[in-house]
């Protein structure tokens, strides 16, 4: 009989709280980050959460204006129903959950079958991409060859010409046919591509507008939260780094020492990386799928977007009038944050200081 040990007695898993540290002078470290509103917008009307770290717009998913919300759930709300009637009409609407997956076609995998259609299509591009590839191969082979017919003839005697010249002819009228074949496969092909580019452009049942989207670059200082500026590319997603650099190099305060964003495309290219050694700043790139590290400016964000869901704008002017009405007015607002809570960015910039 084997004896036992002491008993190991299992400890509490600790919960590791995050450290939270800011600057310790105004100007000695930015937070900074990109927002993109629409180029116009209606009062009141909820601005979605876009990325554009990774060079192209992704654009949170709004609800159809005017469309409730439906689920078989919502009959139990109805007070006024008995739970017998209540349950029956549930059962009803859930009965197709009792039927074989493969043979229910119902709206809920409408998504689904969308995405395997487009699966699909995007296959069948590729296979037709592969079949010119070889059609291109084989014109290249017979053109080659046909190269080589011509000059082999046009070099031999004039006797040898006589001898080679019912097989020339022959060889002639095959490069002929073949060279319209490869004319008549070309315009086919152009008809394809166009009707193609056509279909991929056309979003099936989309019950939202294309917009176009306006990027504004966010510059919170680290200590104070003050914001030092809100520069406006209506480039929008397509916005460079060389744009956000020329921008930002106006701004940086002399006694900068660092500069906090996440890792887009336009804070890791090189303009960004040359203007870090030209400032003398070090740049702080947080770590993917960690927004709360950059939290001061993906905060302000927030706040500036709730700001404008109020407003109304129709053209890049007026958002620009907008912009340059926010900034003073959070700037000098009250701000619980800061580690002097109720002084507002300006104030705490003032008094930290003395």
């Not at 010119?132 to 190269?147: P, S």
């Not at 495309?265 to 799928?289: C, G, N, S, W």
Request: aromatic share 10%; hydrophobic share 35%; with cysteine.
């Amino acid at each position: 009989m084997r004896a036992c040990g002491p008993r190991r007695v299992r400890k509490k898993k600790e919960k590791h709280s995050s450290v939270v540290r800011t600057a310790e002078q105004p100007g000695q470290a930015l937070n900074i980050d990109l927002c993109f509103v629409p180029e116009d917008h209606i009062l009141a009307e909820k601005l979605p959460a876009v990325s554009g770290s990774s060079g192209h717009l992704v654009v949170e998913r709004m609800d159809v204006p005017g469309e409730a919300p439906d689920w078989p759930g919502l009959v139990f709300g109805q007070e006024d129903l008995p739970y017998e009637e209540a349950m029956r009409q549930y059962a009803e609407a859930t009965r197709d959950r009792l039927v074989r997956r493969k043979d229910v076609k119902t709206d809920e995998r409408a998504g689904a079958q969308d995405w395997r259609d487009k699966l699909l299509a995007r296959a069948e591009r590729y296979r037709v991409r592969q079949q010119r590839a070889e059609e291109d191969l084989t014109w290249a082979k017979a053109k080659t060859e046909w190269q080589k017919t011509r000059q082999i003839f046009q070099a031999l005697s004039w006797e040898e010409h006589r001898v080679q010249k019912a097989a020339y002819a022959k060889a002639e009228i095959d490069w002929q046919q073949c060279h319209q074949q490869r004319k008549e496969t070309w315009r086919q092909r152009q008809a394809e591509d166009l009707d193609w580019h056509k279909r991929n452009k056309e979003r099936k049942d989309n019950p939202f507008p294309e917009r176009t989207w306006i990027a504004i670059l966010v510059v919170i200082d680290n200590c104070s939260r003050q914001c030092f500026g809100l520069p406006i590319f209506r480039s929008g997603s397509h916005v460079t780094s060389e744009e956000v650099v020329t921008a930002l190099r106006s701004l940086l305060p002399e006694e900068l020492a660092f500069v906090i964003s996440d890792q887009g495309i336009h804070f890791l290219a090189k303009p960004f990386t040359q203007l870090a050694q030209e400032a003398d700043f070090i740049h702080v790139p947080i770590y993917r799928h960690r927004p709360e590290t950059n939290g001061i400016a993906e905060r302000f964000v927030l706040t500036f977007k709730n700001w404008l869901r109020s407003k109304s704008w129709h053209d890049v002017g007026g958002l620009q009038a907008l912009v340059s009405e926010f900034r003073p007015e959070y700037n000098d607002r009250p701000h619980q944050g800061l580690s002097i809570p109720g002084l507002s960015p300006n104030e705490f910039s003032k008094r930290i200081w003395l």
